[in-house]
């Protein structure tokens, strides 16, 4: 199964996959790209789907023979039980064996007496015995120990390639089934949740536990992507003809295709950012438009509506969606006012999670609800790929609900941070996206709870504070370590050492632009990447110097203390994460210019020292190489001449 898996036919599916519902989708929203994904997946998750079922099947073999063995366990302890009965009848034998011993003492006197009479007899015994002797030797006639016959070889022979040879190899048909098998599940599974309403409401509580609150629509134009399952058939034939799967390519199926493929199924949509970012009133109940912060327009792609004015929400039917698209209400501004109360009006403040009340109508303001700036700076760090948090952690529409018992209920639209809630009694509470309901299903997307100070630092500190830390101390170690080569070496050094510092500055120049733009994006591959290659630009080159100085004996006390510099230039780095966790300073939203500030400086002003501890070290060993070496000739008798 694993031939099928690494199929270059698979492989590509899977690459389609993921580039469609990473990419395409996103910059060619339509149906064209919608199909995409069902053919490429229709491909793809046979063979998924086989060795899911071939992994079960080996499970529950092994189940089986643990089971047997089990039951071993039960009859071998019964016959131990047994065995231990028999012990205690032994040793009752044991104790009348004892009784007999005392008997058969008195038999051994009775023997004793009879021993002298049986010696004469012996004697003559004995002379009866040599006669014996004689007259079997003469009756053997034969040598023990004849070798086998020629039958008997050949016998043997036959036997043994008889052993020797395989037994009958299990055809294809097995794995054939099991592929048709696959086929089969994925074609009736996919129709099932395309054609039926049930299909797609099952579909959608069960990927939900997966991969969060989704929603599956059914649609019976998918069912075109069907014959797709007939190329999948092919790659299964096409791969079963080949040979078996060298080890190397084993490994590269298990280790490499697995992971991706499995990825390319879990992750088979573009990250999903919630963004609330518009509210509407339409036909007397609230709505809230939702979209995808990971596109970046802040528009809206899908629609909540909440008929208890926000504790919970559903999603807007698609029949009750076209006509909303169709009747598309005007959008609520940023402040809005009690229809029953006209004074009574509420505001938002522009580029903030804060919220104004007025009681006179809009003559004076007052903070009605706030999280505060470093609050705010904090849930940022918290949040998957945030962006600008000035953009997307503000609040963006205000919504004025009366209420029929009396009171007011306010919504606001919060971006990432989802809605935020007034009830009547004036108590506000930060909602999320609701208790969301859809289909028979229900899920919880409550509002993310703002970190601590120490979290929030401390989940900053390892994005940022610990690579830089290490470009930092490799640059430290590099430049003292080349400054150190070229006075050993002489200037033409200079041109081998230039590329390597060159290399370390442009993975630190590489990587402040990503620190200073939050730095916590949740895709693996861009934080991994950026990482990677900032590390790879700095230690590389940074320990090839390191170690090229080390080579030389005189130069390793030196480069040790090179090396220890750049270990206390690193730490330097940590040093505003720390005076946040103790003081509270600096602001959270400072915390990242202040690490990449202090980065600089100490790359500044670690520099000139190293090079100016190179140049004193060398002097001092040059006074001191010519006390030992003085210019004046030696005179007789090892004596200077003065």
Known sequence: MLSWLIHPVTVAATALLILNDHVLKAAYPGWLTGKL???????????????????????????????????????????????????????????????????????????????????????????????????????????????????????????????????????????????????????????????????????????????????????????????????????????????TLVRWLRMVAVLVVLPIAGLGVAATSAPQYDDAVQLYEWQDVAVVGVGNAYHGNREPYRWQVSQDDGPSFTELPEHRRELFQQQ?????????????????????????????????GGATWQLAWEVDEDARARLGVAMPAMGDVEEYLSSRALLVRDQPDGGVVVLVANGRDGVARRDTTGRWKRIGFGAFTADGFRAETAAMPIPSVAEATVTAGWRVAVPLSIVVGSFVALVGCATLLVRRSGWPLVAAIAPAAALNLLGLVAFIPYAMAGANSDELLAPLFVVAVTLGLSLLPAGAIVLTTAVTERSRGVAGRFCLAGLLGGTLVWLPYLLRVLTGWPQQHTLTDVAVATAVAVVLISVPLAIRYVIRVFAAQQVEQAQLDPPWPLVDGGQRST
């Open 37 to 243: 994904s069902d053919v490429a997946g229709l491909v793809m998750a046979p063979p998924l789907l086989a060795l899911l079922l071939a992994a079960c099947a080996r499970l529950t073999a092994d189940s089986a023979r643990l089971l047997a063995g089990r039951v071993r366990l039960v009859a071998d302890s019964a016959r131990l039980l047994a065995g231990r009965v028999r012990l205690v009848a032994d040793s009752a034998r044991l104790l009348a064996g004892c009784a007999r011993l005392a008997v058969d003492s008195a038999r051994l006197l009775a023997g004793r007496v009879r021993l002298t009479a049986g010696r004469s007899r012996l004697l003559a015994g004995r002379v009866r015995l040599v006669g014996s002797v004689r007259l079997a030797g003469r009756a053997a006639g034969g040598v023990p120990g004849a070798p086998l016959r020629g039958g008997d070889r050949v016998w043997l022979a036959g036997l043994w390639r008889t052993a020797g040879r395989p037994g009958p190899q299990r055809g294809p048909d097995g794995r054939d089934l099991l592929a048709a098998g696959s086929i089969l599940l994925v074609g009736v599974g996919f129709a099932a949740v395309k054609a039926t309403q049930a299909g797609a409401t099952t579909a959608s509580a069960l990927w939900s536990v997966v991969n969060g609150p989704s929603v599956i629509l059914a649609d019976v134009t998918d069912l075109l992507a069907l014959p797709a399952l007939g190329l999948a058939w092919w790659t299964w034939r096409s791969a079963a003809n080949r040979p």
């Open 328 to 360: 598309l209400p005007t959008p609520a501004s940023g402040s809005d006012c009690s229809t029953r109360e006209p004074t009574h009006c509420f505001r938002v403040v522009p580029r903030r999670l804060a919220v104004q009340e007025s009681r006179d």
